[in-house]
């Protein structure tokens, strides 16, 4: 690289540090990646939170993780925000949702099996399955009833009795304002400016990403890493389209292609199989 290019390099990570940094001005808890950051290996915050919106104040948390990937069996993935085990064996999976399309009812029931999949091993009885919680922050209110947090639990339909499977389901509308502890987190989520922040232990932590030397450069490097990674995924997706192409014209070999676009053989010859049901028109 010569000095012209130096330049230009020192220029492009300026200009990215400028702009991260006026992103995290506005950060909000309600920021699935904001909310990552602070919450991650954060008990006090985050027994804080699932205090306030199970009701159980007595709710001790053992371990937290955020991002945390669960595989099934199919190879389907799914990423929970925060992950958590309490003092009582019981599994916590908190989501943050600005979209309400990413809030869906059935995205609520695959979140709750996937649970319980995770947690299960070969040979182990069913009625010792951990119970499970899994909670969606939303920005609006998703269900449209009007209300600030809805409680779903199975139910005997004939009886109207709570069918005890231990599987809970909360939503939490995230634009209710009042008083009230929920009422104030939700206010807290919302808050870019920790100064404002009514719960202590939350506002230190967004401070410290915010406003501290060393929380800034960690914020900062994060941002960075997502720009990259979501580089490195716009170009594996243009390469995968390219060999979609060249599968499709017929021309070459898998090898060749394979060799070509610098792929495994067994990658292109999912591509190929990819594209084969979709010519079909047989998506499933």
Known sequence: MNAGEEDVEL???????????????????????FMAACFQDNIECTELVLRIVTGKPDLKVESVQTQYHIKNLQGRSVTLDIYASDDCGRKI???IQRS???AGVKRARYHSSMIDVNVTCPGDDYEELAETWVIFITEHDVLGRGLPIYHIDRTIK??????????????????YRDDTP???LMQDFACTDPDRMQYQVLAERARYFKQDKEGIRRMCKMMEDMRNEAALEAALAEKRAMV????????LSYEEIAEC?????????????????????DLF
């Not at 300026?14 to 990646?33: A, K």
């Not at 109207?160 to 939503?171: V, W």
């Not at 979609?244 to 021309?251: A, D, F, M, S, T």
């Open 11 to 33: 220029d492009r990570k300026e200009e990215h540090r400028e702009e991260d940094l006026q992103r995290l001005r506005g950060f909000r808890l309600m920021d699935d990646d």
């Open 93 to 95: 999976n908190a989501e």
């Open 100 to 102: 309400d399309k990413g």
């Open 158 to 175: 004939e009886t109207g009795e709570y069918f005890g499977d231990e599987s809970h389901i909360i939503y939490v509308n995230g634009a």
């Open 182 to 184: 929920l009422g104030i």
């Open 244 to 251: 979609r192409n060249l599968i499709g014209l017929g021309k």
């Open 261 to 281: 676009a610098n792929l495994a053989i067994e990658e292109v010859e999912e591509l190929a199989g990819q594209k084969g049901r979709e010519g079909s028109g």
